[in-house]
């Protein structure tokens, strides 16, 4: 079956700007989370969605917003974008359940900002 | 902060040896830990994994330890091979799913001919 897909690979925008990224989970799969990846801070944890719904937020500003559509896929939107947003997004779905552990990974979108 | 580190930011070992790259985590009430592996250009690909109520799993030439009383994780690959070479990083989830992982920095894993 289809990985998790990730769209677009990459994109160049200039601060100030917004943009929107997208995620499609595997197919069954309920749980979306997004993930930043830079060099100096490697993976840290944006948030989760269920089901339409947020379930877990990590530590990052309010700039940094997501939501999941009925058929799972899922959107995050930087607003307002600042150079040390420059970074490898990467999304990761699961089935969701609390056994349900194994996370699958997309190949990310190298976000740039100059 | 980071609760979970990684020892060595490079290993790098002699084509079929093994290879061991170590994890420690700071958060007692972790319950699950996952090694994955990214190589250049890739998102993180998953490896093995282990629960708190276990102390080691084995899969196809990797090997996963824990040690809950000192916090350490550590992945062990046998027989390496060029495909290999790539970043490892432990991860762990106190809550089940995707969500929250907290990841270590990563290693380099270079795989000498």
């Known amino acids: 079956k289809a990985g998790v897909t990730q769209t677009p690979r990459y994109l160049i925008k200039t601060r100030g700007q917004q943009v929107t990224l997208s995620c499609s989970p595997i197919?069954?799969?309920?749980?979306v989370s997004w993930y930043q990846q830079t060099p100096g801070q490697g993976l840290q944890f944006l948030f989760e969605?269920?089901?339409?719904?947020?379930?877990n937020k990590g530590n990052f500003p309010g700039r940094f917003s997501g939501r999941q559509f009925s058929n799972s896929r899922s959107e995050m939107n930087v607003s307002t974008l600042e150079l040390g947003d420059s970074a490898l997004y990467l999304c990761?779905?699961?089935?969701?359940?609390?056994?349900?552990?194994?996370?699958?990974f997309g190949q990310g979108t190298r976000l740039t900002v100059v | 902060g980071e609760s979970v580190g990684l020892h060595l930011p490079t290993l790098s070992v002699q084509e079929g040896d093994n290879s061991i790259i170590n994890c420690a985590y700071s958060?007692?009430?972790?319950?699950?830990f996952i090694w994955y592996k990214q190589e250049s250009g890739k998102g993180p690909q998953f490896i093995i994994d282990?629960?708190?109520?276990?102390d080691k799993r084995q899969g196809q030439r990797v090997t996963v330890l824990l040690n809950k009383t000192v916090k350490h994780l550590s992945l062990q690959i046998a027989a390496t091979q060029p495909g290999d070479s790539a970043v490892y990083f432990c991860?762990?989830?106190?809550?089940?799913?995707?969500?929250?992982?907290?990841f270590g920095k990563g290693t380099h894993l270079i795989i000498q001919p």
């Open positions: 990761a779905s699961s089935l969701g359940g609390v056994s349900d552990t194994e996370a699958f």
């Open positions: 197919s069954g799969h309920r749980s």
């Open positions: 969605y269920f089901s339409e719904t947020q379930r």
């Open positions: 958060n007692s009430a972790s319950d699950y």
């Open positions: 282990i629960r708190s109520n276990m």
């Open positions: 991860a762990e989830n106190t809550g089940g799913g995707a969500d929250g992982l907290t």
